[in-house]
């Protein structure tokens, strides 16, 4: 009798608000900073063996704001900082498009959060169970983007979490809310999705 298989579960997170100081459009690598606790709620994932991964819009991009050098830079900053606590992401995603952009980066593209796209394209690559999987972050489009992909979610109340809750109008809710990502990846292991 062979036993059922069960995919990999996995954590997506939003980058901006959620893993570093959100500072309006991020670009410049010496000024990441990480929010307390991060370094230690990764590490936990990772000796969990749950695969962590960054989705992430930068519509500064396709504002003209900073080039995907620039966040491919930061991304490297945030990685650099999160090895000094021993942690890593496992990949980084991001959407530089934004409708009402300028150039090339103008696309109403299947990538940028609300829509899905980035979560299942790792889905896809990584062969990740969105099912069994997480979406956190700080905003609204975090949570649609989770809940359309098929994740559960958490809001949590670090960069615009806050303001998101207070103004919250969307019919839908995340599935959990936490001050911050050490309580979210708290809750997450101890539903044992």
């Not at 995907?68 to 942690?87: C, H, R």
């Not at 899905?116 to 969105?130: C, H, I, N, T």
């Not at 992909?149 to 959990?176: I, N, P, Y």
Request: charged content about 25%; hydrophobic content about 35%; glycine content about 8%.
């Amino acid at each position: 009798m062979s036993k059922e298989t069960v995919g990999v579960r996995a954590v997506f997170l939003d980058r901006d608000g959620t893993i570093n100081e959100d500072t309006d459009y991020v670009s410049d690598p010496k000024k990441v900073c990480l929010i307390q606790g991060v370094r230690e709620a990764i590490r936990t994932l990772n000796e969990h063996s749950i695969p962590v991964i960054v989705i992430t819009n930068q519509s500064g991009v396709a504002r003209g704001l900073h080039t995907e050098s620039d966040i491919e830079l930061v991304n490297a900053a945030i990685s650099k900082q999160l090895k000094k606590g021993g942690a890593h992401i496992d990949r980084f995603y991001h959407c530089p498009h934004y409708p009402e952009g300028k150039g090339k980066y103008v696309v109403d593209c299947e990538c940028r959060k609300p829509k899905p796209g980035m979560l299942l394209r790792a889905s896809k690559e990584l062969k990740l169970d969105l099912s069994r999987s997480i979406m956190i972050g700080d905003k609204a489009s975090d949570i649609e983007a989770g809940i359309a992909a098929g994740c559960r979610t958490v809001l949590v109340m670090t960069g615009q979490g806050h303001q998101t809750q207070d103004t919250w109008h969307e019919s839908f809710k995340a599935s959990h809310i936490a001050q911050n990502l050490p309580e979210a990846v708290a809750w997450f292991l101890g539903e044992g999705v």
